[in-house]
């Protein structure tokens, strides 16, 4: 009797176990897919915009002012791009595809102007696993107000496939605001 006891509970024990660790394991597999999926956003935090297929790193930001002016008539934005896709692109593609500038809620327009601590090669062809430095520059609508950068994936290229989550417009990954320091 006293062995038929014994031999009943090391039965439901092993079954108990077997049954935990099967239900660990259903368990995990779930966890594994969402922090892939999490790694993945699109986001734009501390300067960088960690897009799908690229990332723009804001390096600096440098006002500038005309020999004949009080204040600074213009704003540039020193950054690098990093291609992750197998597409090829330009820093001034990537930058015109995914970044918003604006001030006041104004779009800032962008101007030319040269100066030997801005790296100029917006047209350079990016590899994938490559970066280039460039930079772009604005012109300020006034001296007061901050200038706000606002990232978005930009506009898929991909083929729609009807069977997957796709975002085919802009996707606003987040803002950044910058004082204008004179």
Not at 23 to 51: D, E, G, H, M, Y
Not at 69 to 83: H, R
Not at 126 to 140: C, E, F, N, W
Request: hydrophobic fraction near 30%; charged fraction near 20%; charge should be positive.
């Amino acid at each position: 009797m006293k062995k038929q006891i014994i031999i009943g509970l090391a039965t439901v024990a092993t079954l108990s176990l077997a049954g935990c660790s099967s239900n660990k394991q259903s368990q995990s597999k779930p966890k594994s897919a969402t922090t892939s999926k999490t790694n993945q956003q699109p986001s734009f935090r501390n300067n960088v915009a960690q897009l799908n297929d690229k990332t723009i790193r804001i390096k600096g930001v440098k006002t500038i002012k005309q020999p004949n002016e009080s204040s600074p008539s213009m704003v540039a934005f020193i950054y690098q791009v990093t291609n992750k896709s197998s597409h090829s692109m330009t820093p001034m593609d990537a930058w015109n595809a995914n970044m918003k500038v604006t001030q006041d809620k104004q779009k800032l327009d962008k101007t030319e102007f040269s100066d030997d601590s801005l790296p100029t090669n917006p047209d350079e062809n990016i590899a994938k696993g490559q970066t280039v430095k460039s930079s772009v520059v604005y012109k300020l609508n006034n001296t007061k107000d901050p200038i706000s950068i606002n990232a978005s994936q930009g506009i898929n290229q991909n083929a729609i496939d009807q069977n997957s989550n796709q975002q085919i417009d802009g996707t606003d990954v987040g803002t950044q605001t910058f004082a204008i320091s004179q």
